[in-house]
């Protein structure tokens, strides 16, 4: 497949979204981007360094919510490739889920049938191993591109189900109305890495509460972890490599418990990693807190739980090959602690 001269990528202000736009910047593609607000743009062309050597038509910013049709349709013109990479992800747990479903649902079907009706050739949505691994109860669990979240189990947290519901809403919608539009996903773990300002993704947030020691103790849980650079770069290699209709790429480095990410900040920051905790809190009491805290509930029914996921599809098909775990948790850490977000 050639290179495409034109591209969407939605959500410019986010944390994958912008990684992935300077890297199609630097290699030459003009890229179209959705804001909320273009009263943003200054701030978000200056972040991206789209003021460095870049023309001015090679990006261009477009108002666009997930919850209005306003500015979709313009944003796509004149595009072979969306990237749709916008979606809520927060830093607490909403009392409604509708709050996070309806956004990633709703806005996906709106990427995509501007998409479609701009002509586009392919779309590479960002989902997340939340729409794979959750819901299959405690243990530990091995899970590749073949497995879905079961949304009928007890407790699964409102942005599992986001993920869930609008990956599987935007596969439904393309089988039916997508024409001969080419869709696939890639699939993240926690996303870390590099962290460009003090406007960063809420998966940044564990590192972050690590080092300002914000957790005393921890709880027995542990996350698949994926660099952010890592994560833009198997968006661009499913933009870009032939016969990616339908396909479905998990993208994580390595599965890795609480109690290893905190141990490895104390090891590589020494008086940086000073607050990070020690200490593992005991199951008991941890679901002993979970009965007054909505975020400690989370915490508990994870506790023990290991997902593996399972990135082969990816390092075989398309020849990914990510950083390890511990590079993105410290590249995360020495980037708060640089921007004097954390204070050793």
């Known amino acids: 497949m050639s290179r495409p001269s034109r591209i969407l990528v939605t959500g410019g202000t986010g944390y994958i979204a912008g990684v992935l736009i300077r890297q199609l910047l630097a290699e030459g593609w003009a890229v179209h981007t959705t804001v909320r607000d273009l009263a943003r743009e200054p701030a978000l062309r200056q972040l991206l360094g789209a003021s460095r050597g870049v023309k001015k038509d090679q990006l261009r910013c477009f108002a666009a919510d997930l919850m209005a049709d306003a500015g979709w349709p313009e944003a796509a013109a004149g595009c072979t490739h969306v990237a749709h990479v916008a979606s809520p992800l927060p830093t607490g747990v909403p ?17 995509l049938q501007a998409a479609r009706d701009a002509g586009v050739q392919r779309v590479v949505m960002t989902s997340s191993v939340a729409a794979i691994a959750y819901g299959h109860g405690p243990g530990d669990h091995h899970f590749t591109e073949r497995d879905w979240t079961n949304l009928a189990a007890p407790g699964v947290p409102p942005y599992v189900q986001s993920k869930t519901v609008s990956e599987r809403a935007a596969r439904d919608w393309v089988a039916r109305e997508g024409g001969g539009l080419e869709f696939c996903t890639v699939n993240p773990s926690v996303v870390l890495g590099p962290v460009a300002s003090a406007d960063y993704s809420a998966s940044v947030v564990i590192v972050q509460s690590l080092l300002q020691g914000r957790i005393p103790a921890m709880p027995r849980i542990g996350f698949g972890i994926v660099d952010v650079r890592d994560v833009a770069e198997l968006h661009w290699r499913a933009l ?10 998990i993208a994580c480095a390595g599965f890795t418990w609480l109690r290893d990410i905190a141990a490895m900040l104390r090891d590589e920051l020494g008086d940086g990693a000073r607050r990070v905790p020690r200490l593992q809190l005991p199951d008991w009491s941890v679901r002993l807190m979970a009965t007054v805290s909505p975020l400690v509930r989370n915490a508990a029914s994870e506790l023990g739980t290991a997902r593996h996921q399972d990135a082969s599809h990816a390092r075989e098909l398309l020849g990914w090959v990510p950083r390890a775990p511990q590079e993105a948790i410290l590249a995360s850490a020495r980037d708060l602690i640089a921007l004097g977000i954390v204070r050793p």
């Open 95 to 111: 009392r409604d889920a509708n709050e996070l479903i309806a956004p990633a649902r709703d806005g996906a079907l709106r990427a």
């Open 240 to 249: 870009t490599a032939p016969a990616m209709a339908g396909e479905r790429f």
